[in-house]
C-alpha cells in the first residue's frame, strides 16, 4: 500500500502543470530556462579537469574493475569522503557518462525544489519561482552541473538537512530530527568542509530540543541524532584515520602526522586562493 501510495505520487509529479494566471506561467518559463540550459549542457561529454581526474574516474574504475582499491599511497585522495562519488558509480554501472551527469543535473533540480519550498513560506508562488530562477541562472551553479563535481550532491544535503531543522522547529517531531541528521551525515561523507554547515545546524537543532517538550524525550532523541549523523557521516574518516593515521587524509598532516604524506607543510590547493 505504501509502495502504491508512493508510485501515485511520482506519478502526480509528471502530469501536466496547470497553472492559474498568466503571472505565474510566465515566473514557471522564467525558472525553467537556466535548467534547461543546464540541462543541455550535462548532455554533452565531460571535460572538466576534476570531473575526468577523479568525479568520472572513479566511476569507471569501478565499472571496469568492480571495485575500488582505496590504494592512497598511489591515488593520494583514495580515502578521502566520497559520498557524491559512490552515487554517480550506481548510476554508471547502468548508463555510463551520462546517467551520471544526469544525476548530477536531478540534484540540481531538488536543490532549485528546496529553495522554492522555503522562500514559498515567506511570498507568493510567483516571487518564490523568481528566487529558482535567480539561483539557477548563478555562473557557479553551470560550473558544477556542466562539469561533474560533488558540489551538487553536497549542496542538495545541506539544503535538505537546513529544511529538515526548520521542520523540526515548526513541529518537534523527532523525525524531522532524524533526517536533518542523516542528511547531515550524508554531507560529511561527502566532503569534510561541510562542518562549517553542521556546528550550527546542530546547535540550532540543539536548541530547539531543549526549547520544546518532544513525546520521544529530549536525551533519546539527542542519542539518535547523534547515532544517525554518525553512521552515514563518520565511516570515510573512521577508515582513513585506521589505514593512515589521519582522518582526513592527506589534509591537515601537518597536524596528524601520517607516515603517508609530506606532515611538515600543510597541503593547500592553491587554485582555491585566488
Known amino acids: 500500500g505504501v509502495t502504491a501510495a508512493c508510485c501515485k505520487e511520482v506519478l502526480a509529479l509528471i502530469s501536466p502543470l496547470h497553472l492559474s494566471g498568466r503571472r505565474r506561467a510566465a515566473m514557471v518559463a522564467v525558472a525553467a530556462l537556466p535548467l534547461l540550459c543546464h540541462l543541455l549542457v550535462s548532455l554533452k561529454p565531460e571535460q572538466g579537469a576534476d570531473g575526468l581526474a577523479v568525479h568520472l574516474m572513479i566511476p569507471a574504475w569501478v565499472s571496469f574493475h568492480h571495485y575500488w ?82 558540489e551538487n ?5 545541506i539544503a535538505g538537512a537546513f529544511w529538515s531543522v526548520a521542520l523540526f522547529q515548526r513541529t518537534a517531531q523527532g523525525r524531522w530530527l532524524y533526517l536533518a541528521a542523516m542528511l547531515l551525515g550524508g554531507a560529511m561523507a561527502s566532503k569534510y568542509g561541510s562542518l ?9 537543532a540543539a536548541y530547539t530540543l531543549l526549547k520544546s517538550k518532544p513525546a520521544g524525550g529530549r536525551l533519546r532523541m539527542a542519542m539518535i541524532a547523534v547515532g544517525v549523523f554518525a553512521l552515514f557521516g563518520a565511516p570515510p574518516y573512521v577508515f582513513a584515520w585506521h589505514t593512515t593515521g ?22 593547500v590547493d592553491r587554485r582555491w586562493l585566488t
Open 153 to 157: 550532491v553536497w549542496a542538495a544535503l
Open 246 to 267: 589521519n582522518p582526513v587524509f592527506p589534509f591537515f598532516n601537518d597536524v596528524f602526522k601520517s607516515p603517508w604524506f609530506e606532515s611538515r607543510v600543510r597541503l
Open 69 to 150: 582499491h582505496f590504494d592512497y599511497r598511489h591515488i593520494v585522495w583514495a580515502v578521502m569522503p566520497l559520498g557524491a562519488d559512490w552515487c554517480y558509480t550506481a548510476v554508471y554501472m547502468l548508463g555510463g557518462e551520462y546517467a551520471a551527469r544526469l544525476l548530477n543535473f536531478a540534484f540540481l533540480c531538488v536543490i532549485a525544489a528546496i529553495v522554492y519550498s522555503i522562500t514559498r513560506r515567506f511570498t507568493k508562488p510567483a516571487t518564490a519561482l523568481l528566487a529558482v530562477a535567480l539561483f539557477a541562472a548563478i555562473p557557479l551553479v553551470q560550473l558544477e552541473t556542466g562539469s561533474l563535481m560533488s
Open 196 to 204: 562549517a554547515f553542521v556546528v550550527p545546524l546542530a546547535a540550532f
